[in-house]
């Protein structure tokens, strides 16, 4: 079935979830399903991954997002498909 690498999403979410160590949450989650890419803390308070990899275990993460870690309130998580670019080599949080 492909490469590993075929599918990309972009997913925002919204809520209590700055300063409760959702990237680190993120992070681990990400590793664990080997994908790629990095999430990072936006000015207005939301929490913005990009990712790539296998098109499940995006779809695991997301669900993993949508429960946050203990500490955090998601209102809303929000999630985009996007064409693979391939040019992450590891997942990483940004700033």
Known sequence: MGSKNNSRAKILVRGKVQ??????????????????????NLPG???????????????????????????SEVKEALISWEEPKGNFRTFEIKK
């Open 19 to 40: 300063g409760v160590g959702f990237r680190y949450y993120i992070l681990q989650r990400a590793q664990e399903c080997r994908l790629s890419g990095f999430t990072q």
């Open 45 to 71: 308070g939301d929490v913005e991954t990009i990712v790539e990899g296998d098109k499940m275990f995006i779809e695991d993460l997301y669900k993993a997002i949508q429960r946050g870690p203990k500490g």
